[in-house]
């Protein structure tokens, strides 16, 4: 191992022996946790070349158990997030695709650092069952089209090893490790072809334009090599997605958007943009075509209606909760909102307990933010700019005002989606 360690050290590329050795070595437990983060680090630090990025991804889907979707008829479409906050696309997305009847089979995972997961989210219905065996993951997309599951079986285990000892050793943004890390999993989990969103900016694990297009490159590559057509968007993070940050916060942003009701512009969009590619992926049909059924099912109730029988088959019950107590964050200056600073919110929101500081933590569901103001919206000396929800703990005025910029002069918005790769 130390002899791996060092090649990478020095710059050189590695054969699949070698990594496969280490890989198999950690999740063996033959190899301590200190020589795989040098070699993580090493990694970080020196890069892969494509050969060794496809070799580290069969590694990691090979490590566990691969999924045999073939019991599901037709086209399985998954999609992917790199992680942003408040993103809670997913939530909205499945329904809308599956009730166009695209099969949506998909897993998802648990709030990481400073971003929440999709899990956690679902977790705050009431009931919701998130533990599905593979046989009721089957039968749920066979009966109602879509499912929604944590990690089923013993799926790459190596990518599940390698990444929580990423997560404390500053190891996150590689991109051979990010690219191998979802790949492994969506190759492993039985899809056909995927949509991932690479996200882009301050709340986002590639914070350059260049960067995101790489890895969204490297990803498509990956797909290739194994047959699945891969669609990357390239997304803004430099803002929150959307108005909700905070478990039950996003699920009921995620239920207003799919009941039709007015949500923000850039959720709305990025809604119907993922959800159109897969459905245009799902049924070989043009965009076009994808598009019209997508906003159709939007409108005519499909898409909630297939949302309350997922919760349904998944044992949850929405009720009106009361609320806990909140307050007003008001603006102390007038002018137009120039950053909202996603990551400095995302760490707030995960301090008053919407996130988790150590595997075991419990999550407390109730609390978040909901924003009043996007970039480029006109503020009033003493208007709201968001409406906070505390529960165990609070947090100083001022730290909420920090994550807003305001400027005199009026500021440009950036698209939701800069670019689609694939
Ligand atoms: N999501 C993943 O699954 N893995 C990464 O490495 C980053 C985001």
Redesign the pocket.
């Given at each position: 191992m130390i002899a791996i360690i060092e090649k990478k050290k020095n710059g050189q590329v590695l054969s699949k022996d070698e990594i496969k050795e280490a890989v198999m070595g950690y999740v063996e437990g033959s190899i301590p946790d200190y020589q795989m983060s040098a070699l993580l680090m090493a990694i970080v630090l020196k890069g892969m070349n494509e050969q060794e990025i496809v070799d580290l991804t069969d590694i990691m889907i090979h490590s566990g158990d691969m999924l045999d979707l073939s019991a599901i008829a037709g086209t399985k479409v998954d999609k992917?997030s790199?992680?942003g906050i408040g993103d809670k696309t997913t939530l909205a997305v499945l329904p809308l695709v599956a009730s166009c009847g695209v099969k949506c089979a998909k897993m998802s995972?648990r709030g990481?650092g400073i971003t929440g997961g999709t899990i956690d989210k679902l977790e705050s219905i009431p009931g919701f069952q998130t533990k599905l065996t593979f046989s009721d993951f089957v039968n749920e997309v066979n009966q109602i089209g879509m499912a929604l599951t944590s990690q089923t079986g013993n799926l790459c285990p190596a990518?599940k090893k390698i990444?929580a000892l990423?997560d404390v050793t500053g190891t996150?943004e590689s991109i051979p490790?990010?690219a191998s890390?979802?790949m492994s999993?969506k190759i492993a989990s039985g899809a056909d072809k995927i949509v991932i969103d690479v996200k882009v900016g301050s709340g986002a694990?590639m914070k350059t334009l260049e960067d995101a297009k790489n890895l969204a490159h490297t990803m498509i590559q990956i797909g290739k090599k194994y047959q699945k057509e891969v669609i990357c968007l390239l997304t803004d993070m430099e803002q929150p997605l959307g108005y909700a940050i905070g478990n039950r916060l996003e699920v009921e942003e995620a239920i207003k958007f799919l009941k039709g009701e007015e949500v923000s512009k850039d959720f709305y969009e990025l809604v119907l943009t993922i959800a159109t590619y897969m459905v245009h992926l799902g049924q070989s049909i043009p965009m076009e075509e994808a598009k019209e059924q997508v906003l159709e099912n939007l409108k005519n109730g499909q898409g909630y209606q297939k949302f309350l029988e997922f919760v349904h088959a998944q044992h949850g019950t929405l009720y009106q909760k009361e609320r806990i107590s909140h307050k007003n964050i008001c603006a102390t200056s007038t002018g137009y909102i120039r950053q909202i600073h996603a990551d400095q919110l995302g760490s707030i929101v995960k301090e008053l307990g919407g996130g988790r500081e150590r595997v075991e933590d419990q999550i407390d569901y109730e609390v978040g933010v909901v924003l009043n103001k996007k970039v480029g919206d006109f503020v009033q000396l003493g208007e709201v700019l968001m409406t906070v929800y505390e529960n165990q703990k609070t947090i100083d005025e001022q730290r909420y005002l920090n994550c807003f910029e305001i400027s005199l002069e009026e500021v440009e918005t950036r698209p939701i989606i800069y670019e689609v790769i694939g």
């Amino acid at each position: 191992m130390i002899a791996i360690i060092e090649k990478k050290k020095n710059g050189q590329v590695l054969s699949k022996d070698e990594i496969k050795e280490a890989v198999m070595g950690y999740v063996e437990g033959s190899i301590p946790d200190y020589q795989m983060s040098a070699l993580l680090m090493a990694i970080v630090l020196k890069g892969m070349n494509e050969q060794e990025i496809v070799d580290l991804t069969d590694i990691m889907i090979h490590s566990g158990d691969m999924l045999d979707l073939s019991a599901i008829a037709g086209t399985k479409v998954d999609k992917h997030s790199t992680g942003g906050i408040g993103d809670k696309t997913t939530l909205a997305v499945l329904p809308l695709v599956a009730s166009c009847g695209v099969k949506c089979a998909k897993m998802s995972g648990r709030g990481l650092g400073i971003t929440g997961g999709t899990i956690d989210k679902l977790e705050s219905i009431p009931g919701f069952q998130t533990k599905l065996t593979f046989s009721d993951f089957v039968n749920e997309v066979n009966q109602i089209g879509m499912a929604l599951t944590s990690q089923t079986g013993n799926l790459c285990p190596a990518d599940k090893k390698i990444y929580a000892l990423r997560d404390v050793t500053g190891t996150t943004e590689s991109i051979p490790l990010i690219a191998s890390s979802i790949m492994s999993k969506k190759i492993a989990s039985g899809a056909d072809k995927i949509v991932i969103d690479v996200k882009v900016g301050s709340g986002a694990l590639m914070k350059t334009l260049e960067d995101a297009k790489n890895l969204a490159h490297t990803m498509i590559q990956i797909g290739k090599k194994y047959q699945k057509e891969v669609i990357c968007l390239l997304t803004d993070m430099e803002q929150p997605l959307g108005y909700a940050i905070g478990n039950r916060l996003e699920v009921e942003e995620a239920i207003k958007f799919l009941k039709g009701e007015e949500v923000s512009k850039d959720f709305y969009e990025l809604v119907l943009t993922i959800a159109t590619y897969m459905v245009h992926l799902g049924q070989s049909i043009p965009m076009e075509e994808a598009k019209e059924q997508v906003l159709e099912n939007l409108k005519n109730g499909q898409g909630y209606q297939k949302f309350l029988e997922f919760v349904h088959a998944q044992h949850g019950t929405l009720y009106q909760k009361e609320r806990i107590s909140h307050k007003n964050i008001c603006a102390t200056s007038t002018g137009y909102i120039r950053q909202i600073h996603a990551d400095q919110l995302g760490s707030i929101v995960k301090e008053l307990g919407g996130g988790r500081e150590r595997v075991e933590d419990q999550i407390d569901y109730e609390v978040g933010v909901v924003l009043n103001k996007k970039v480029g919206d006109f503020v009033q000396l003493g208007e709201v700019l968001m409406t906070v929800y505390e529960n165990q703990k609070t947090i100083d005025e001022q730290r909420y005002l920090n994550c807003f910029e305001i400027s005199l002069e009026e500021v440009e918005t950036r698209p939701i989606i800069y670019e689609v790769i694939g």
